[in-house]
């Protein structure tokens, strides 16, 4: 017999919780019920390697891509252990800005910019599977593609991301990041700059550095950490196990880092990414870097970062239909998992 009793008890306990962004103002959903299906929290990767002898980035040049814009040789330089070439199917392509147009109620303008991808030399070895001095290298070739082109005519936002796995877009199973130069400023770095903004107006501090504050005193939410750098899945949380990298002191621009900042990147990077590696069995993720405009002025309301989305789920009908995030593992339980 059913107990009604006990059942309309258990219906009567919240199985979600809306959080609300400290920056963007919107609010998420941490629905801790459907963290309990056990595919979300571990799901073994189907992807099968793409044959090293069919693949464009064993040898970019010789299957047809340009010539490397840099180019980072190995320990005898014999070969070449990074190169960033010009995308072979780009987004962007470069030339002179145009002027708006308008086609009906509609402005229109061309795809001016440039997109570059950056490849690591071996085929079968991903990030997280690469020793902190090469996956140093990778975070020195986003930095210095960023130079320079953060001053060329028509850029106005660089980005950088980076894709593994099918799930997360990635065409190729070789190792690769890109980049992006664009001329206009995208919705969400405006939204992150604005909502910034106004919180620096409020309270004359940083709104990142105020969470950063907090997640160091309740610690319940911090993956990682080194003198330089903290990973932390965030109390605002629209995926299950996300991750933010932040350098632990305030700065504003990723193109301002140092030598020793970017060992201690890669080293955090590394540890973060082996975490999801064996915890989750080896996800699907995006990563990219969410940085200050490229005008080089001072923002002492915002704050660099990396952000980590592994593919634990997919969209859905609500989420595409409200715009509220659903995430189906707290970020408390999701930094214990990748802490054990």
């Keep these: 017999m059913i107990n009604m009793a006990s059942r309309q008890k258990n219906r009567s306990e919240p199985v979600s919780e809306l959080r609300r962004d400290l920056v963007t103002g919107n609010w998420i959903v941490i629905a801790k019920a459907r963290g309990e299906r056990p595919h979300v929290a571990k799901r073994a990767k189907e992807d099968l390697e793409d044959p090293i002898v069919t693949c464009p980035f064993e040898d970019p040049q010789d299957s047809g891509n340009e010539k490397p814009v840099l180019i980072y040789k190995d320990k005898n330089n014999k070969d070449w252990s990074l190169q960033v070439i010009p995308n072979k199917y780009p987004a962007f392509s470069g030339g ?9 109620p509609y402005s229109v303008r061309d795809g001016k910019g440039f997109h570059e991808v950056i490849i690591t030399r071996d085929h079968s070895k991903h990030l ?7 996956i140093k290298e990778v975070f020195s070739a986003y930095k210095e593609r960023y130079l320079a082109l953060k001053d060329m005519e028509c850029v106005k936002y660089i980005s950088i991301f980076h894709n593994h796995g099918k799930r997360a877009g990635a065409s190729l199973t070789h190792p690769h990041s890109q980049l992006i130069a664009i001329p206009i400023s995208p919705p969400s770095a405006s939204r992150s700059l604005s909502g910034a903004a106004m919180f620096y107006k409020k309270h004359s501090k940083c709104v990142h550095c105020t969470m950063l504050d907090w997640e ?3 610690k319940k939410r911090i993956v990682s950490e080194n003198s330089d750098f903290i990973a932390i899945c965030p109390f605002i ?18 193109q301002k880092i140092n030598e020793s900042e970017l060992a201690a ?5 590394q540890d973060v990414l082996i975490r999801l590696y064996e915890k989750l069995q080896n996800p699907d993720y995006n990563f990219y870097l969410h940085t200050a405009p490229i005008d080089d002025r001072e923002y002492p309301q915002y704050h660099w970062h990396f952000e980590i989305h592994p593919k634990t789920e997919t969209s859905a009908g609500f ?12 970020p408390e339980r999701a930094a214990e998992v990748l802490r054990m």
Excluded: M
């Design 96 to 104: 002179k800005c145009n002027v708006i147009t308008k086609i009906g």
């Design 128 to 134: 997280a599977l690469l020793p902190p001095d090469k």
């Design 216 to 218: 160091r005193e309740d």
């Design 237 to 254: 949380s629209r995926g299950a196990y996300e991750i933010r990298i932040f350098p632990q002191k305030h700065s504003a621009h990723f």
């Design 265 to 269: 990147l890669a080293k955090i990077f």
């Design 319 to 330: 989420e595409l239909g409200t715009g509220v995030e659903i995430s189906a593992v707290e």
